[in-house]
């Protein structure tokens, strides 16, 4: 594991120093953080195929501004806590990434997101594709009305693998399985889902609608125009 100093040294410098335009920060070696991390509306954060990007204590990355996780099927990209092994069973020990805020985004391609507590999409709509949520409380908890596309992913071995709190995931090729609730819905939560396989949880499906319908949810006109630029 390296523990890339350095770089941590150069990416608080860069943030902080963030005023007016727009910063790019890339990361392409493995990176240890110990504090919570924000990238702020403006900033840009690359991180290469490959980079394992690994918190020490319960610290989340908080994402305001963009972030372009684009591993490959033999690099995949790691977010996970320090000494965690793959496929762990211990408790989730990092509180998870946050993406928060209609100009919030993230392209997360051939992901890992592993031991966290809660993967959070509020109110912005970040795609994943070909990911993985394992260990985790929840693998994505979605609300705030959030769309996120989420396609060709696995959770499994989650608490939830995902959540929709008053939000509306947009899911399609999914393997959702060995979570103890597979697919938790909500206070009028909704998916607009294709061919997903929710099997094998403890409970596949779990949904509460106890706020009746969502009167300001996303329209389906909305959601059809997405999926357009999705396929």
């Not at 939560?189 to 061919?195: R, T």
């Given at each position: 594991m390296k523990h890339n100093i350095l770089l941590l040294c150069m990416f608080f410098c860069a943030v902080q120093g963030f005023a007016a335009g727009v910063v790019k920060i890339e990361i392409s070696a493995d990176t240890v953080f110990q504090q919570d991390v924000e990238i702020p509306f403006g900033t840009t954060l690359v991180i290469?195929?490959?980079?394992?990007?690994?918190?020490?204590?319960?610290?989340?990355?908080?994402?305001?501004?963009?972030?372009?996780?684009?591993?490959?099927?033999?690099?995949?990209?790691?977010?996970?806590?320090?000494?965690r092994a793959r496929g762990s069973r211990e408790t989730p020990a990092w509180k998870g990434i946050e993406i928060v805020g209609k100009q919030a985004h993230g392209n997360f391609r051939h992901c890992r997101?592993?031991?966290?507590?809660?993967?959070l999409i509020w109110e912005s709509n970040p795609s994943f594709d070909?990911?993985?949520?394992?260990?985790?409380?929840?693998?994505?908890?979605?609300?705030?009305?959030?769309?996120?596309?989420?396609?060709?992913?696995?959770?499994?071995?989650?608490?939830?693998?995902?959540a929709a709190d008053f939000a509306s995931p947009l899911l399609s090729g999914n393997v959702i399985t060995e979570n103890n609730v597979?697919?938790?819905?909500?206070?009028?939560?909704?998916?607009?889902?294709?061919?997903?396989?929710?099997?094998?949880?403890?409970?596949?499906?779990?949904?509460?609608?106890?706020?009746?319908p969502n009167q300001n949810s996303m329209s389906m006109q909305k959601m059809w125009d997405i999926m357009r630029q999705l396929y």
């Open positions: 290469a195929p490959g980079v394992r990007i690994l918190f020490e204590g319960y610290r989340t990355l908080r994402i305001s501004g963009l972030v372009i996780a684009e591993g490959t099927s033999d690099e995949q990209i790691i977010f996970s806590s320090v000494d997101f592993e031991g966290a507590f809660r993967n070909s990911c993985e949520f394992a260990g985790n409380h929840y693998g994505l908890y979605c609300t705030k009305k959030a769309a996120p596309p989420v396609k060709n992913c696995r959770f499994y071995r989650n608490t939830y693998g995902i597979g697919l938790q819905l909500q206070l009028s939560a909704s998916v607009l889902a294709g061919k997903n396989i929710i099997s094998g949880n403890l409970k596949d499906i779990n949904t509460e609608d106890a706020l009746g």
